[in-house]
């Protein structure tokens, strides 16, 4: 299956975490394409997974490169039914809007029929030593569990 991994980074921090995983399934010899400012005509919407990297900006806003991508999706609607997902939402704790740019992104994926295969994962800048760490293992902890249910 495809993977289009979709960054959505303000400071540059979740860029970095999304090359980590881009880099990891690549050795894996997986299909990967990396959007670090996606557009919706450019990432097909089905037969694929989204890997989702999004930081949280601002007042619980999507970071700017993603910011027109998610708009987008809000207006035009399009059918997501043969598209599966998966999250890792990245912020601060010490903000009340903590991971919501990820949690809006996940209502909006389900709203339209998307598939989310696990759980999301919540990165927290202000007390992570190790996001990509966190992140990998992440990845290969549901990967792993996909693998044995086939």
Same mark, same amino acid.
């Given at each position: 299956?495809?993977?289009?991994?979709?960054v959505? @980074? *303000?400071?540059?921090?979740?860029?970095?975490?999304?090359?980590? /995983?881009?880099?990891?399934? #690549?050795?894996?010899?997986?299909?990967? @394409?990396?959007? +670090?400012?996606?557009? /919706?005509?450019?990432v %097909?919407?089905?037969?694929? !997974?989204?890997?989702?990297?999004?930081? @949280?900006?601002?007042?619980? $806003?999507?970071?700017?490169?993603i910011?027109?991508?998610?708009?987008?999706?809000?207006?035009?609607?399009? =059918?997501?039914?043969?598209?599966?997902?998966?999250?890792?939402?990245?912020?601060?704790?010490s903000?009340?809007?903590?991971?919501?740019?990820?949690r +809006?992104?996940?209502?909006?994926?389900?709203?339209?029929?998307?598939?989310?295969? *696990?759980? %999301? !994962? @919540?990165? +927290?800048? /202000? !007390? $992570? !030593? =190790?996001?990509?760490?966190?992140?990998?293992?992440? /990845?290969?902890?549901?990967?792993?569990?996909?693998?044995? #249910?086939?």
């Amino acid at each position: 299956m495809n993977i289009h991994i979709l960054v959505g @980074t *303000t400071s540059g921090n979740t860029e970095y975490l999304a090359e980590q /995983l881009h880099d990891q399934l #690549k050795e894996e010899g997986q299909s990967v @394409t990396f959007h +670090d400012q996606p557009e /919706l005509a450019d990432v %097909p919407i089905s037969e694929c !997974l989204w890997l989702l990297c999004i930081a @949280t900006h601002g007042a619980g $806003e999507y970071a700017d490169s993603i910011a027109p991508f998610m708009e987008a999706l809000q207006q035009q609607q399009p =059918d997501l039914s043969g598209l599966q997902f998966a999250i890792i939402a990245v912020g601060d704790s010490s903000y009340d809007t903590f991971c919501q740019a990820g949690r +809006d992104a996940e209502a909006l994926l389900l709203e339209r029929n998307a598939a989310m295969i *696990t759980e %999301p !994962l @919540t990165i +927290d800048m /202000l !007390l $992570e !030593l =190790d996001p990509e760490a966190a992140a990998l293992s992440w /990845l290969e902890s549901w990967r792993s569990q996909r693998n044995s #249910k086939q």
